[in-house]
Nanobody, 127 residues
Framework: VQLQASGGGLVQPGGSLRLSCTAS????????IAWLRQAPGKGREWVSC????????YYENSVKGRSTISSDNAKNTVFLQVNSLKPEDTAVYYC?????????????????????WGQGTLVTVSS
């Protein structure tokens, strides 16, 4: 299983980014996918997840209302659109996956709920 995160970069405050997580070795209809981030000098923080049947999405409070997680099963890719970016959004963003274990609505809201991890993509929000 491999997860490849991409789409990071330098963005001005108030801007937007769309991060992509492309999976290989698994199919999204059997796995929940999460985005997590780690800011400089801080621990890893869960940001958002989408269940394998896409019926469930959750967001961490600081990004709720300005972020959208979605998936394209044909491309085996999950996206995280983040708008109104703030300097405190600066972090390395990771995607992670876990099997749904027979519960298609399974969507863990914790970094400990995920088995497979990809390399991160750096998002820097600065003027």
């Amino acid at each position: 299983v491999q997860l490849q995160a991409s789409g990071g970069g330098l963005v001005q405050p108030g801007g937007s980014l769309r991060l992509s997580c492309t999976a290989s070795g698994l199919t999204l209809d059997s796995y929940a996918i999460a985005w997590l981030r780690q800011a400089p000098g801080k621990g890893r923080e869960w940001v958002s997840c989408i269940s394998s049947d896409t019926s469930v999405t959750y967001y961490e409070n600081s990004v709720k209302g300005r972020s959208t997680i979605s998936s394209d099963n044909a491309k085996n890719t999950v996206f995280l659109q983040v708008n109104s970016l703030k300097p405190e959004d600066t972090a390395v963003y990771y995607c992670a996956a876990t099997r749904h274990y027979g519960s298609p609505r399974y969507c863990p809201m914790s970094s400990t709920g995920y088995t497979y991890w990809g390399q991160g993509t750096l998002v820097t929000v600065s003027s």
